[in-house]
């Protein structure tokens, strides 16, 4: 079983920066990509920053938050990072890290599992 832990969300003002960050923890064999999601009150969930280049792919964002957010990631820890500048209001929202990982299940053999944190809530006032 994998376990996700946030942190970092809060209050910040327009132009404010914040930290998010999400520890995952548990039975992971290895760890395909990961990344940030946000959600606001009756709209869907939409993806803020992938990263896929820990096993050689790219690391993308949504328009919205390019040049603003970066996502990083601590391999040893298994934690990765969203560093959001220059935020603005309709950042708004409860965050949530996705990890996709690969578990043990059995002898020698691995089950892809999609993980999801709780979420942190991200309010920025204008």
């Known amino acids: 079983q994998v376990q996700l832990e946030e942190s970092g969300g809060g209050l910040a003002q327009a132009g404010g920066s914040l930290r998010l960050a999400c520890a995952a923890s548990?039975?992971?064999?290895?760890?395909?990509?990961m990344g940030w999601y946000r959600q606001v009150p009756g709209k869907e969930r939409e993806l803020v920053a992938m990263?896929?280049?820990?096993?050689?792919?790219?690391?993308n964002y949504v328009d919205s938050v390019k040049g603003r957010f970066t996502i990083s990631r601590e391999n040893g820890k298994n934690t990765i990072y969203l560093q959001m500048n220059n935020l603005k209001p309709e950042d708004s929202a409860v965050y949530y890290c996705?990890?996709?990982?690969?578990?043990?299940?059995?002898?020698?053999?691995?089950?892809?599992?999609?993980?999801w944190g709780r979420g942190t809530l991200v309010t920025v006032s204008s």
């Open positions: 996705y990890f996709h990982v690969w578990v043990l299940s059995g002898p020698n053999r691995q089950t892809n599992v999609e993980v």
């Open positions: 548990g039975n992971i064999w290895s760890i395909s990509h």
């Open positions: 990263d896929r280049s820990i096993n050689g792919g790219s690391i």
